[in-house]
């Protein structure tokens, strides 16, 4: 501890004594960390002239928050760290008419520019201006948009899953997700699924795998999303992608809520993407029946006046999702034969049960001081979550119980006028495991292979994989930063800190499995109780329980060199405090994990206005990524040592270590058990981190439209990826040059021959990313907001990714990382993202017509990119390497691509009237896939190749038959139909 707390003073000393050798003559600027925003300008008079000492009183329209600050010799203005809202702006000056400009819309993490112009007069004489500050957004230096609450509250979510509006800002590509989770194989930057996700810039990152959020968040309280996609000041950091941050509703002066009904019949969906729903085909099935029910209402408004507000909201969402499964008719028969109830093969009661509940407190605690708190919770019950449909029957599910309780709180301090500071701290729960079903058999569990007329099945009990995992974690953090305006600077500094208290558990189970419905027959009757082709089983102490220590320290200084040239620089460091391991760990590289210490990361940026409808950025800097924490947890389970839950037993059928079926192994004779396989962490361990660059010109082309294009490039270095550290001796090589491993195990074929594979977690390779983009966006004017980026790039990467949530798959040549350099999983050249809200605003002398062609509000989201890449692989391990997947001789990583996805949502609301100038009744309609395009992300790509030496085919790995390339799967939806009924007030 004493360590710790001396390399965190060095840190700080570094970083202070950074910004004590700044200097200047001008105010700058200091973009608000993720929740709030600033406003600033330049006061002049009629002819130009820089007017000093002027008054600028900022108000909230919203809450009556108000702020004073002074022009400095420069005319210029500065007030940060607003909350989010509309404000006024009002300028004074002696022997100037004062001028107030109102509607000011101040987003998350934005800087508005307002500048003031005053006329020589009488001081008495006020000017109200009604303006908006400039679309250009002069005072930006990342890449990225803010989501405004005309989106998010008319935009078409039929998921209820706000998180995928991930997807719709610049340089990001990705699929939607139907349910409350991430969306999926999302590209940041060229790498996969690299987000931290934010709840009102505090911790929604789940920590032990890379692009999954900890907790679900609902609709009804989000407010606004800040997205930052590339080059962000020092306060950003824990990510190499991109930051997503959801701001959450609160009250105003004004009470103001909803109430909301949503209903999705059965007859309003299409069959599922793949799926025969064609009963008089052969395979046909009854179409599911993918039924909603969400009731959702909200409420915000003052306790006391310009001093205490709240806000409420509450969300319960039903959905059905039910899958049916593909065992045929043969197969069910000779089952029920043997004792199988029918109802197992039916389709399983899938229906999801969540809850949302939010309450927030907004407090104005005097004129320096101003704060607020917030309670999130959320509850999700699903049965049949796993091992459901397809092969599986019924009494082979598991259902799936989540929770998260959270509690988030802001203080900001005004000390003076150019003094503030920032405190926001929170404490995320969340706790996830599957348990067997009312429905779910006893155990254990039966799988039978497909053979002759019959289909694969497996019941019984929970299947591999299905049932007792839990996942546990609190994550205790703050950051605090203080900022200075002072001189031609505005300073910012600050530190965060987070400790990940984690616990791990895996399934339990038992599974035989048997080759053939004659086997099992077999087996049950008692005529050959060891007719299985084996049986698996998890032996001891499933997981591990350990915590791990983030934080990091940031200094940035913002210079306004000139009126038209603003720069930011500044210096960050992030550390990533590994776990300590227990004491006795069998294998040398699980004794201990390395810490990196030297991760300092520079920043720049650049804005340059030639003319005030133009804006020029240059920004470059180095953004660390923050240790999955599943680097430490596969080591620690999967260690070897005697005892532990992950060593899975998989015993064969028929000899003499083989049970009597249905007996469990409840104990296994040491000289029964396989050679247990483990993970190890490299000693030469460092973390990922990756060089950005982004140049954007952006075009104002009227006061409500702007153009911008950019260049992006992204090189990362020191990724994780996975080898085999236990393979040595090839004692061949493929045509191709790939080594071909001995499967003799003994100490002279393996490193440590204790074990059988060692999967080394290891790190040092590279990805190259570089795009193209074209973005406009229409602010909302003339009932229009609307937002569509293009993205050109391509993505190649050393090695196939590791430790995110959707792939983890080892290199196929353990030495040489090269072999495997190819495009990325989420490399997709062409990406278009479209989002638009238009209520037309017309007006007829006919009052009839006029009602019928007002009040109408229309929502689309477009979503259109380049399929997925796949790689075609094998069967066989033509290396004798289990841990990875063999491809064809002479055959790249990633070299064929599913087809291209084109997804159309759309929303049309209807307000009939409003009453008593409060209260808006709505229906509403909304689609998603509109137009029911066959969105496929999984083809089929498994080749046939030569297997035998000296074959007249070729040589070992010559493929004979190519990949079918049929659609195998998809995460995306046939088009639905949902229907609502909805308040506002």
Same mark, same amino acid.
């Given at each position: ?61 919203? $809450? ?174 824990? $990510?190499?992608?991109?930051?997503? !941050? ?164 802001? +203080? ?66 703050? !950051? ?20 990940? !208290? ?92 390395? $810490?990196? @210490? ?52 998989? +015993? ?148 196939? @990714? ?62 259109? $990119? ?7 692989? +094998? ?111």
């Amino acid at each position: 501890m004493h360590t710790l707390i001396r390399r965190f003073t060095f840190s700080a000393t570094l970083l202070g004594t950074f910004i004590l050798f700044a200097g200047g003559s001008t105010p700058g600027f200091s973009q608000s960390q993720s929740i709030n925003g600033t406003i600033r300008g330049i006061v002049t008079d009629a002819s130009g002239g820089l007017i000093a000492n002027a008054t600028i009183t900022i108000t909230n329209l919203d $809450t009556g928050y108000h702020v004073t600050v002074q022009s400095s010799d420069a005319g210029v203005y500065i007030a940060a760290s607003l909350p989010i809202g509309t404000y006024s702006v009002k300028a004074e000056a002696q022997g100037f008419a004062a001028v107030t400009q109102s509607g000011i819309h101040l987003d998350a993490g934005t800087s508005a520019t307002v500048d003031e112009k005053l006329n020589a007069g009488s001081v008495a004489t006020v000017v109200e201006v009604t303006s908006d500050a400039p679309i250009i957004e002069p005072a930006r230096f990342d890449m990225g948009r803010t989501i405004s609450v005309e989106e998010t509250q008319n935009l078409p979510l039929t998921s209820r899953n706000p998180y995928n509006f991930i997807l719709f800002q610049p340089g990001v590509s990705g699929h939607p997700n139907p349910e409350n989770g991430i969306p999926r194989t999302v590209n940041t930057n060229g790498l996969v699924d690299r987000v931290n996700y934010q709840l009102d810039g505090m911790v929604d990152t789940e920590t032990d795998r890379y692009g999954l959020r900890l907790f679900a968040i609902s609709d009804s309280y989000v407010r606004e999303v800040q997205t930052i996609s590339n080059s962000a000041a020092p306060e950003f950091g824990n $990510t190499a992608g991109i930051v997503y !941050n959801v701001i959450s509703n609160s009250g105003t002066n004004k009470v103001h809520g909803q109430a909301q009904y949503i209903w999705r019949p059965k007859a309003a969906s299409s069959c599922p993407l793949l799926q025969n729903c064609d009963l008089t085909a052969v395979g046909g099935k009854v179409k599911p029946d993918l039924h909603v029910d969400d009731f959702v209402g909200n409420l915000g408004g003052p306790v006391v006046k310009d001093r205490f507000f709240l806000f409420g909201a509450y969300e319960h969402l039903k959905r059905a999702n039910p899958t049916a499964n593909t065992i045929n008719v043969a197969t069910q028969q000779a089952l029920i034969a043997t004792g199988v109830s029918a109802s197992d093969f039916n389709t399983a009661p899938q229906v999801q049960r969540t809850q949302w509940v939010d309450v927030r407190g907004d407090f104005i605690i005097n004129k320096k001081n101003s704060a607020f708190i917030r309670y999130n919770y959320f509850r999700n019950n699903y049965p049949f979550n796993t091992n459901v449909g397809g092969t599986f029957a019924i009494s082979s599910a598991s259902d799936f119980q989540d929770r998260a309780h959270i509690i988030g709180a802001q +203080v900001i301090t005004t000390f003076t006028a150019n003094l503030l500071n920032e405190f926001r701290g929170s404490i995320p729960y969340r706790n996830e495991h599957h348990v067997p079903d009312a429905l779910t058999g006893p155990g254990p569990a039966i799988s039978i292979a497909a053979s002759g007329s019959f289909t694969a099945a497996t019941f019984g009990g929970p299947a591999v994989n299905g049932s007792g995992d839990k996942y546990q974690e609190k994550i205790p953090s703050f !950051n605090d930063n203080v900022t200075l305006i002072h001189g031609a600077h505005t300073y910012k500094v600050g530190f965060g800190f987070q400790k990940n !208290n984690d616990t791990q558990l895996a399934d339990i189970f038992t599974q035989f499995n048997f080759a053939s419905v004659a086997q099992y027959i077999s087996a049950k009757s008692g005529a050959t109780p060891t007719a299985y082709s084996s049986v698996q089983a998890s032996i001891g102490q499933p997981g591990a329980a350990y915590h791990s220590v983030f934080f990091d320290l940031f200094a940035q200084d913002t210079w306004q060199l000139r009126r038209d040239l603003l720069v930011s620089y500044g210096l960050r460091y992030d550390q990533y405090r590994a776990p300590t391991p227990p004491a006795g760990e069998p294998f040398s590289y699980t004794q201990s994990f390395r $810490t990196p @210490e030297a991760n300092f990361a520079p920043r720049l940026g650049i804005a340059y206005s030639p003319i005030p409808t133009t804006v020029i950025r240059l920004n470059a800097g180095i953004f660390y990524e923050s240790t999955p924490t599943n680097t430490w947890y596969n080591p620690l389970y999967n260690n070897g040592a005697a005892g532990t839950g992950s060593f899975i037993a998989t +015993v064969s059928g028929g000899g003499a270590c083989s049970p009597s079926f249905p007996n469990t192994p409840q104990t296994v004779a040491a000289n029964c058990l396989p050679t247990q396989s483990i993970y190890a962490l490299t000693p030469q361990f460092k973390n990922e981190y990756v060089w950005n660059a982004n140049l954007q010109v952006a075009q104002q082309l009227t006061s409500n439209d702007q153009l911008t294009l950019g260049y992006t490039m992204t090189n990362g270095r020191n990724f994780q990826f996975l080898r085999n550290l236990n393979l040595i001796n090839p004692t061949s090589f493929l045509a191709d040059g790939r080594p071909v491993f001995s499967t003799t195990v003994s100490a002279a074929t393996r490193l440590d021959p204790r074990f059988n594979n060692i999967t080394l977690i290891d790190t040092g390779s590279n990805t190259s990313y570089n795009a193209l983009t074209a973005t406009y966006e229409h602010r909302l004017s003339a009932g229009l907001t609307t937002s569509a980026s293009y993205t050109w790039s391509h993505s190649i990467s050393d090695t196939p @990714e590791a430790n995110s949530y959707e792939f983890s798959n080892a290199i196929e040549d353990p030495t040489n990382r090269k072999r495997d350099r190819g495009p990325s999983s989420v490399n997709r050249p062409n990406s278009m993202t479209i989002s638009a809200v238009y209520t037309p605003k017309t007006k007829f002398e006919n009052k009839y017509v006029n009602g019928i062609f007002t009040n109408n509000n229309f929502a689309f989201l477009g979503n259109f $990119t380049s399929g997925d890449e796949q790689n075609i692989t +094998v069967s066989p391990h033509l290396n004798n390497d289990s841990l990875s997947s063999s491809r064809p001789l002479f055959v790249g990583r990633n070299s064929v691509r599913a087809p291209k996805i084109a997804q159309a949502d759309l929303r049309y609301t209807r307000t009939f009237a409003t009453i008593k100038e409060r209260f808006s009744p709505k229906l509403l309609i909304e689609g998603n896939n509109i137009l029911n395009h066959t969105n496929v992300t999984s083809i089929n790509t498994t080749a046939t190749v030569v297997t035998a030496a000296n074959s007249p085919l070729g040589p070992i790995g010559t493929v004979t038959a190519q990949p079918s390339f049929a659609p195998t799967s998809s995460v995306l939806e046939a088009r639905i139909l949902q229907f609502g009924l909805k308040i506002d007030f």
